[in-house]
Nanobody, 123 residues
Framework: QVHLVESGGGLVQAGGSLRLSCAAS????????MGWFRQAPGRERESIAS????????YYADSVGGRFRISRDNAKNTLYLQINSLRPEDTAVYYC????????????????RGQGTQVTVSS
Protein backbone atom coordinates (compact mmCIF):
# COMPACT_ATOMS: atom_id res chain seq x y z
CA GLN A 1 0.00 0.00 0.00
CA VAL A 2 1.23 3.48 -0.84
CA HIS A 3 -0.33 6.72 0.43
CA LEU A 4 -0.33 9.75 -1.87
CA VAL A 5 -0.97 13.38 -0.96
CA GLU A 6 -1.09 16.09 -3.59
CA SER A 7 -0.39 19.78 -3.00
CA GLY A 8 0.39 22.95 -4.90
CA GLY A 9 -2.95 23.62 -6.50
CA GLY A 10 -4.73 26.94 -6.29
CA LEU A 11 -6.12 29.86 -8.21
CA VAL A 12 -3.89 31.24 -10.94
CA GLN A 13 -4.34 33.62 -13.83
CA ALA A 14 -4.18 32.39 -17.40
CA GLY A 15 -0.62 32.37 -18.63
CA GLY A 16 0.79 31.59 -15.23
CA SER A 17 2.56 28.47 -13.98
CA LEU A 18 2.14 26.00 -11.17
CA ARG A 19 4.15 23.13 -9.80
CA LEU A 20 2.10 20.39 -8.23
CA SER A 21 3.66 17.99 -5.77
CA CYS A 22 2.70 14.52 -4.64
CA ALA A 23 4.22 13.15 -1.46
CA ALA A 24 4.29 9.37 -1.19
CA SER A 25 4.55 7.25 1.92
CA UNK A 26 4.17 3.61 2.73
CA UNK A 27 5.88 1.15 0.45
CA UNK A 28 9.21 1.95 -1.17
CA UNK A 29 8.69 4.86 -3.55
CA UNK A 30 11.13 3.54 -6.11
CA UNK A 31 9.04 0.41 -6.57
CA UNK A 32 6.38 2.41 -8.34
CA UNK A 33 5.81 4.10 -11.62
CA MET A 34 4.01 7.38 -11.01
CA GLY A 35 1.65 9.53 -12.99
CA TRP A 36 -0.81 12.40 -13.08
CA PHE A 37 -4.33 12.65 -14.38
CA ARG A 38 -7.03 15.25 -14.00
CA GLN A 39 -10.79 15.60 -13.98
CA ALA A 40 -12.59 18.77 -14.94
CA PRO A 41 -16.19 19.44 -13.88
CA GLY A 42 -18.60 17.44 -16.01
CA ARG A 43 -15.81 15.75 -17.95
CA GLU A 44 -14.14 12.37 -18.04
CA ARG A 45 -10.85 11.80 -16.30
CA GLU A 46 -7.92 12.61 -18.54
CA SER A 47 -4.43 11.15 -18.43
CA ILE A 48 -1.62 13.66 -18.36
CA ALA A 49 1.73 11.94 -17.92
CA SER A 50 3.63 9.12 -16.28
CA UNK A 51 7.21 8.44 -15.26
CA UNK A 52 9.09 5.21 -14.64
CA UNK A 53 10.42 4.31 -11.22
CA UNK A 54 13.93 5.53 -12.00
CA UNK A 55 12.70 8.68 -13.74
CA UNK A 56 14.57 7.95 -16.95
CA UNK A 57 11.46 7.59 -19.09
CA UNK A 58 8.42 9.82 -19.26
CA TYR A 59 5.20 9.54 -21.23
CA TYR A 60 2.72 12.29 -22.07
CA ALA A 61 -0.81 12.13 -23.36
CA ASP A 62 -1.13 13.57 -26.85
CA SER A 63 -3.88 15.89 -25.68
CA VAL A 64 -1.81 17.86 -23.17
CA GLY A 65 0.78 19.30 -25.51
CA GLY A 66 4.17 20.51 -24.35
CA ARG A 67 3.09 22.64 -21.39
CA PHE A 68 3.35 19.87 -18.81
CA ARG A 69 6.47 18.32 -17.35
CA ILE A 70 6.52 15.37 -14.98
CA SER A 71 9.47 14.63 -12.72
CA ARG A 72 10.27 12.81 -9.50
CA ASP A 73 12.75 13.04 -6.67
CA ASN A 74 13.19 9.57 -5.23
CA ALA A 75 15.29 10.87 -2.36
CA LYS A 76 12.28 12.93 -1.24
CA ASN A 77 9.60 10.40 -2.21
CA THR A 78 7.95 13.14 -4.22
CA LEU A 79 6.43 13.42 -7.66
CA TYR A 80 6.03 16.74 -9.46
CA LEU A 81 4.02 18.21 -12.30
CA GLN A 82 5.11 21.52 -13.75
CA ILE A 83 2.38 23.26 -15.74
CA ASN A 84 3.23 26.32 -17.79
CA SER A 85 1.12 28.76 -19.80
CA LEU A 86 -1.99 27.77 -17.87
CA ARG A 87 -5.33 28.08 -19.63
CA PRO A 88 -8.87 28.24 -18.24
CA GLU A 89 -9.50 24.79 -19.71
CA ASP A 90 -6.78 23.41 -17.41
CA THR A 91 -9.16 23.99 -14.51
CA ALA A 92 -9.61 20.58 -12.87
CA VAL A 93 -8.78 18.44 -9.90
CA TYR A 94 -5.34 16.97 -10.44
CA TYR A 95 -4.53 13.54 -9.07
CA CYS A 96 -1.30 11.65 -8.72
CA UNK A 97 -1.24 7.90 -9.05
CA UNK A 98 1.19 5.06 -8.39
CA UNK A 99 1.54 1.63 -9.90
CA UNK A 100 3.66 -1.43 -9.28
CA UNK A 101 5.00 -3.71 -12.00
CA UNK A 102 4.37 -4.64 -14.75
CA UNK A 103 4.96 -1.34 -16.48
CA UNK A 104 1.90 0.60 -17.59
CA UNK A 105 1.99 4.12 -18.96
CA UNK A 106 -1.60 5.26 -18.44
CA UNK A 107 -2.07 6.64 -14.91
CA UNK A 108 -5.81 6.06 -15.16
CA UNK A 109 -5.02 2.36 -14.82
CA UNK A 110 -2.75 2.69 -11.80
CA UNK A 111 -3.45 0.90 -8.54
CA UNK A 112 -3.21 3.86 -6.15
CA ARG A 113 -4.29 7.49 -6.30
CA GLY A 114 -4.41 10.49 -4.03
CA GLN A 115 -7.31 12.73 -3.10
CA GLY A 116 -6.41 15.39 -5.64
CA THR A 117 -5.58 19.08 -5.62
CA GLN A 118 -7.77 21.73 -7.23
CA VAL A 119 -6.33 23.93 -9.95
CA THR A 120 -8.44 26.87 -11.06
CA VAL A 121 -7.31 29.10 -13.90
CA SER A 122 -8.98 32.47 -14.32
CA SER A 123 -9.17 34.23 -17.67
Amino acid sequence: QVHLVESGGGLVQAGGSLRLSCAASGRTFTNYAMGWFRQAPGRERESIASITWHGHSTYYADSVGGRFRISRDNAKNTLYLQINSLRPEDTAVYYCAADGPPVRHDPLLYDYRGQGTQVTVSS
